[in-house]
């Protein structure tokens, strides 16, 4: 059973930083494109950052400078390492792996079930 676990969510002020975990059981993470995505209240799912199965990265553009994507193959783990964080990241960030590299949803197969990250102004 494939399963996707995002953990490192929480509460931080405006300027902070948090690093995001997608910790995957079921698959080797290495073998895919791993994307994150966020949805805020009302809004549709968008895409921040990717890496491939080779380690190309790619970050939206509200994102860049700002946000880092690695893995960690011998945790089969990716992170995703948010600063200077805003108040419009505020949102429900969700890992998901698939065959397909870039940042449209539908590129993805396995989705995990999300973490919470609120910024404070």
């Known amino acids: 059973q494939v399963q996707l676990v995002e953990s490192g969510g929480g509460l931080v002020q405006s300027g902070g930083s948090l690093r995001l975990s997608c910790a995957a059981s079921?698959?080797?993470?290495?073998?895919?494109?791993i994307g994150w995505f966020r949805q805020a209240p009302g809004k549709e799912r968008e895409g921040v950052s990717c890496?491939?199965?080779?380690?190309?990265?790619y970050h939206a553009d509200s994102v860049k400078g700002r946000f880092t994507i690695s893995r960690d193959n011998a945790k089969n783990t990716v992170y995703l390492q948010l600063n200077s964080l805003k108040p419009e990241d505020t949102a429900a960030y969700y890992c998901?792996?698939?065959?397909?590299?870039?940042?449209?949803?539908?590129?993805?197969?396995?989705w995990g079930q999300g973490t919470q990250v609120t910024v404070s102004s």
């Open positions: 890496i491939s199965s080779e380690d190309n990265t």
């Open positions: 079921g698959l080797t993470l290495d073998n895919y494109n």
């Open positions: 998901a792996a698939g065959d397909i590299y870039g940042l449209e949803p539908g590129f993805y197969t396995y």
